[in-house]
């Protein structure tokens, strides 16, 4: 069942699930946790796949920790803006951060200012979806006419260097270092178009301002809509909303694995108590059929607790240092 995707170890984890919600962490005055709304802060904007995501958490945690809870949009810089301002918040479980993997592994690695830093200044609480990128173009675009693989893009590019564009939702972004790595993979040329945001790109590619985006998975629609064309996946596997589109690999680029994450971090130093009790209230996401199916509109669900999830990130940022270095990518 569709509601089941992604998920293991149901029963075992039962229990300590249960456990976990029956205590709240406690405040310095005594006092039960928690006692106000809680704040899900998110640096892009409405619409995007992290908002999705924020939202389905919000309403989930409202019902299991018995407090409202609201999401604040924070837009720009990658995200970064709003990572700011939850490095700034204090660390009593009142304000979160709900990011993509961009904002936590690359902005550290690409600005030369930035508000934060994740070891500092973050406690992981749980990675919530992965996803791969979709490449995608307008079939419409005249630009592009005959292009119906990557090979064709690629071979167009060859023909025309630095002539076709690509989007992003800006400097720094995964779609861009993703495509990077093609540019560098395939031998070409490309121009990157930044763009405010990940929505913004998305309506770059479909308006035939920009030729080709690595996009999220809320493009699904889009692509069996006709609007637009699906070259290839990003990661390893098929995606299982668009099982006939190949990935990178099937496409001659051995070894290409580029997914995103989407998940929720704590200011740092907040109480183990609370990240615990907050976990188990993201946890409790996967038995309610309308929040699994609202994460799967992003991603794969993928609800890792904060140990797991804080060594992914820190394998991930090595990673794309690796990346960053080699291209030479630095932001101001």
Do not use: C
């Not at 709304?37 to 619409?47: A, D, N, W």
């Amino acid at each position: 069942m569709a509601g089941n995707r992604g998920f293991s170890r149901r029963s075992l984890m039962g229990a300590s699930v249960a456990a976990l919600m029956t205590t709240l962490a406690p405040m310095a005055k005594g006092q039960s946790w928690p006692g106000k709304p809680i704040r899900l802060v998110t640096g892009f904007p409405p619409g995007s796949a992290t908002d999705g995501i924020a939202r389905v958490l919000a309403e989930q945690m409202r019902i299991k920790l018995g407090q409202p809870v609201l999401v604040e949009n924070r837009p720009g810089a990658n995200g970064a803006l709003g990572a700011a301002e939850v490095a700034r918040s204090a660390s009593d479980g009142y304000t979160l951060l709900v990011t993509n993997s961009s904002s936590i592994t690359v902005n550290p690695q690409v600005y030369k200012k930035l508000g934060y830093l994740p070891e500092r200044d973050f406690t992981p609480v749980s990675m919530v979806v992965s996803a791969p990128f979709i490449m995608t173009i307008n079939p419409a675009n005249e630009r592009l006419a005959g292009v119906n693989t990557v090979a064709e893009l690629v071979a167009l590019a060859k023909r025309k260097p630095g002539e076709i564009t690509y989007g992003s939702g800006g400097p720094g972004n995964l779609a861009h270092l993703g495509f990077e790595l093609i540019n560098q993979r395939a031998g070409i040329k490309t121009t990157h178009v930044p763009y405010k945001s990940g929505v913004n790109a998305q309506l770059g590619v479909i308006g035939k301002e920009i030729d080709v985006l690595l996009d999220t998975p809320n493009t699904v629609p889009n692509v069996k809509s006709g609007k637009l064309k699906a070259l290839a996946v990003s990661t390893a596997a098929r995606w299982r909303d668009l099982p006939d589109v190949p990935t990178m690999i099937e496409s001659g680029y051995p070894g290409f694995d580029v997914p995103f994450w989407l998940g929720v971090l704590a200011p740092a130093k907040t109480p183990s108590a609370i990240v615990d009790t907050l976990y188990a209230a993201i946890l409790g996401s996967r038995d309610d059929p309308a929040a699994v199916q609202g994460l799967l509109n992003q991603g794969k669900i993928e609800l890792l607790d904060p140990q797991t999830f804080a060594g992914r990130i820190r394998a991930e940022t090595t990673q794309w240092g690796e990346v960053i270095r080699r291209e030479n990518i630095q932001l101001d």
